[in-house]
């Protein structure tokens, strides 16, 4: 009897010494240089340049197999420490001119943080690709966070689906969800990284309640979206748009489609692949994410492809309840603080290759513009194939980014007193197109190659970052940046020398 007293007293010291030693073994891996908590698993980083820097973080599961066409499935816990020390692979896309690691995997994060402590409680920018919503506008690692980072401010780039995979509406998939909708998976991903930046990016020395989120072109415009959708509000604080397509019938880019255009295309797709029947999108599932990237309608000319692109964000009822021409139209945005613009030469690169002659040129603008189209051929006329691309870059920078911007800045400008309008005409040197779509990115991430006037670059970056800290972009600059109101028309003409302008 006192043997086995002996035996229980033993056990119980045993027990209580292993519950030290895993203690002990959380508050070592917690206080390990690099290594996050987050509630998923502990991550560990890579010290570069005082940044600790946290490459392909999963936050949400692999959307395959059943998942996939599905919204995001939570990420499933890990032990130990995982090592996210390199990107994840990019979301399947059409060929891109350099060699990508693709999967349908990709569902992953990237953060830069400067913090040293987690409880520094710094801004968060969190960026939205561009690329039509069907590739990357560069490769995933372009968007380096560094440059942004060194500014104070904790920067997050999340995959998102893209194409097909992302945004392939049909009716099976309508019956499907609760919210008899479909097709704006991609957008449901970015919404995931936004919740996952909420629960976790604490952990990392940021602040969840000082979240910026900020996009180029299709990420612009997912801003835009997420700006008037009731399921991103409380996600964000404020938010930046650069060149961000809007309207849902626009000069040459539609930014969204109906129900029942896409669930067309997306019928139509099924039928191309030889999936009509009642189980169509089971029998897609089986298809290899390569299959339906390269089943995708693809037209030769970049100009048609961006006219014509069959897979983007669909007017749901759920994530996007109206045209964002109505949303914004009659102020059912979030009203937060805005910085918004678009650039000098936005279509200049967009409708390249157009190859369209006069007579085509003449009917795609009838077709465009109906009752108006006899003045918008007296305003951008054209009596040469040469002169056919030049108007059609005229009209993509007026009319789809331009006129957007200062629609939305109007909207907002209604609502919020900070709201700042501003046209990017800076040209880099070395590259003859202009104020190009997405130039700006180019100085935003530091990207190799590029050699910009130092002090215009670094006062692109400390616009963005100081409007990430307080809801305002100014006190770096000689000039003062006035808010947007229809009334006043002021913008910034973000050039060589930062000049306050109105006229847009």
Known sequence: MQMCKVIRYVLVICLVLIGFLFLAGCTQKEAAPGVVKTDAGYVSGTEQGGLWVYLGI???????????WRPPAPVQPWDGVKETKQYSATCPQPGSPAPLNMSEDCLYLNVWTPA?????????????????????????????GTTLAQKGVIVVTPNYRLGALGFL????????????????????????????????????GGDPSRVTIFGQSAGAESTLIHLASPESKGLYQQAIVESGPFWADGAIINATHSKTDAEQFGVKYATSLGYSGPDAIAGMRSLSPETLINATPSPSSSFWGTHTVQFEPTIDGWILPDTLDNLYLNHRENPVPLMIGSNANDGTTLSANANMTVPEYVTFIRGRFGKDAGAVLAKYPANSTA??????????????????????????????????????????????????????????????????????????????????????????????????????????????????????
């Open 169 to 204: 509406a049909h009716p099976q998939l309508d019956n499907e969800s609760t919210h008899n909708a479909s097709g704006n998976y991609g957008l449901l991903d970015q919404i995931a990284a936004l919740q996952w930046v909420q629960k976790n990016i604490g952990a990392f």
């Open 387 to 504: 002169e056919v691309q030049l108007r059609l870059a005229q009209i993509m920078t007026d009319y789809d980014f331009s006129d957007s911007v200062k629609f939305a800045a109007g909207s907002m400008g209604d609502l919020n007193r900070n709201t700042y309008l501003y046209r990017y005409s800076y040209v880099i040197p070395g590259i003859n197109l202009g104020a190009f779509h997405g130039s700006e990115t180019l100085m935003l991430f530091g990207v190799p190659g590029i050699k910009p006037d130092p002090a215009v670059a670094d006062n692109l970056v400390d616009l963005w970052t100081r409007f990430a800290k307080t809801g305002d972009p100014n006190g770096g600059m000689n000039v003062t940046w006035p808010h947007y109101t229809r009334a006043g028309g002021q913008y910034l003409d973000i050039n060589d020398t930062p000049t306050v302008m109105s006229g847009y």
């Open 58 to 68: 999963p936050f949400a599961a692999p959307p395959t197999g059943d998942l996939r």
């Open 116 to 144: 040293q402590r987690a409880d520094e409680k710094l801004p968060v920018m969190v960026f939205f690709y561009g690329g039509g919503f069907k590739d990357v506008a560069f490769s995933m690692p372009t968007y380096n």
